[in-house]
């Protein structure tokens, strides 16, 4: 937890955390632990989400650009576009779990009930003790209004009514130090409870809320040739996974294979009985790979005798990720109907290029782990023919096989080259025959739905098997492989099989 308590220290606006709400919540913490132990666990339990979401909620207002910037007394756009809704999400998505346990407390000490710890109901009740500064920060009909009423601008003021027209008055000024006030409180919340647990909760298995955990990673393994984007918690059939998205400068392999055993075994680390595989997905040069390390086989590695590649031992999946072959220009995946933002929609063309009775749509492909030759994963065509009987239809499509892979890899040529990809040989080559023409998109997510007449494999590699379709028929054709989809023309089949 180094690297967020750093942050309470060096960065703005964390930094300007309030001392007197850190110290009255660890107080309270502390107290709780000792004297309400079980029902403090408890509650965190229950709230475990709510936590999760009110400390990321607080990490995106913190990272906002508005915290050190001037703003004159009658900026009005500035308070409407980056005031209002902030301090509202402060409120009930920020401060509300913290004052809920500290109020849930109190009313378990008084042998009340405690079904109902709205934000107003917790507020007023602490504010009689020693958390009265929240007073200062909270106006109930200023809340209303942003929330469900209404706001009426003036030059220098603004007023806040509700639905009941009850009406709060405030400069812009004064509503500015009330929402820096109101944020350096629930930072100073916040700190407390990442301080709590690193200190008291971690040892009674309280689990690290997930963006915390996030930010942690992030945050300790952000450089300036490896940035961590994101990071997600993933449920991969019996498997959880995190997920973090790297940007990668790296000027060679083995910096790159450096940085992404540094973000791994720190993630590890981190995750260890709450997640069973690190999957670092690395956009590299503008192309991606992924590596994935198991968990418990990372942490179980003597980090202090270790030598870099010791660490392979403890990956389970990867797709082109550099290890071997690293060059400026190697992609890992390329696919002609990508998303890349450079490109200008309003000029793309509808029309299909074709080869003769098959209209082609768009290629998929990626090099091998040692980037020594192609493989063309899923070459889409859509059979144009107004005769769609089945022999007929087979009889087409190997009519025309040596067109179509002859095709296949002429637009594999050209994408490699769009890609600025050395040519290498094609040892592996799958084209995909659907019946109707729908978006790329769509076709690709098709499986083995009614659409799909068949795929054809050419295939030279040693490494890479044919994929076989489920319930199709197979034929080996001269020098390809042909699934036949068993499920063409069968709807009712497929909806028995696979029904929504």
């Known amino acids: ?229 994101s990071v997600i918690n993933q449920q991969i059939l019996e498997k959880k996974q995190l ?59 003597d980090q202090a005798h270790a030598d870099i590649q010791d660490y392979s031992s403890a990956v389970t999946d990867s797709l082109q990720i550099f290890l071997n072959g690293f060059t400026e220009s190697m992609p890992a995946g390329m696919d002609s109907n990508g998303f890349k933002k450079s490109l200008n929609y309003t000029t793309n063309s509808s029309a299909l290029e074709t080869v003769g009775l098959f209209a082609y749509k768009d290629i998929k492909q990626h090099v091998d782990p040692y980037n020594e030759f192609m493989l063309v994963k899923d070459a889409c065509y859509v059979y144009c023919s107004m005769d769609s009987e089945k022999k007929e239809t087979y009889h087409a499509i190997k009519s025309a096989l040596p067109n179509l892979l002859s095709h296949a890899r002429k637009k594999s040529k050209e994408l490699t080259a769009s890609n600025n990809h050395p040519q290498i040989p094609i040892k592996y080559l799958c084209i995909s025959i659907y019946e109707r023409d729908k978006r790329g998109r769509e076709l690709r997510g098709n499986g083995i739905k009614p659409n799909l007449i068949c795929t054809i494999h050419y295939n030279v590699t040693k490494s890479t098997g044919n994929i076989r379709l489920l319930d199709s028929r197979t034929e080996n054709f001269k020098d390809v492989f042909i699934n036949w989809n068993h499920y063409w023309k069968n709807n009712e089949e497929y909806e028995r099989v696979f029904p929504d």
């Open 1 to 229: 937890m180094k690297s967020i308590l750093k942050k309470f220290s060096e960065s703005s606006p964390e930094r300007y955390y309030s001392k007197e709400a850190y110290s009255t919540y660890m107080d309270f913490l502390d107290e709780s632990l000792l004297a309400n132990k079980t029902e403090l666990l408890q509650f965190l339990a229950s709230k475990e989400e709510a936590i999760n979401i009110s400390y990321k909620l607080l990490v995106s207002i913190n990272s906002k650009p508005i915290h050190e910037c001037q703003v004159k007394d009658t900026d009005a756009g500035f308070i409407d576009e980056h005031i209002n809704y902030s301090y509202l999400q402060l409120l009930e998505g920020v401060l509300l779990v913290y004052v809920q346990l500290a109020t849930y407390i109190d009313l378990i000490n008084e042998g009340k009930g405690t079904d109902n710890l709205d934000l107003f109901t917790c507020i007023t009740k602490l504010s009689k003790g020693k958390f009265g500064y929240l007073t200062s920060v909270y106006e109930h009909t200023v809340r209303n209004g942003i929330g469900h009423g209404k706001i009426v601008y003036g030059e220098s003021k603004a007023d806040y009514i509700d639905k009941k027209d009850n009406k709060a008055t405030l400069y812009y000024y004064q509503f500015l130090k009330k929402f820096d006030s109101l944020l350096d409180l629930v930072n100073g919340f916040a700190f407390a409870y990442i301080t709590f647990w690193n200190k008291e909760l971690s040892k009674l298995s309280v689990e690290l809320p997930r963006q915390m955990l996030f930010e942690e990673v992030r945050l300790n393994s952000t450089t300036s040739s490896w940035e961590v984007v």
């Open 243 to 301: 997920a973090i998205e790297v940007t990668s400068r790296c000027s060679s392999k083995e910096e790159l294979y450096k940085e992404a055993v540094s973000t791994a075994t720190h993630a590890a680390h981190l995750a260890a009985d709450r997640f069973d595989i690190i999957y670092l997905h690395i956009t590299h040069n503008k192309f991606p790979g992924y590596i994935k390390f198991d968990v418990e086989a990372i942490n179980a590695i």
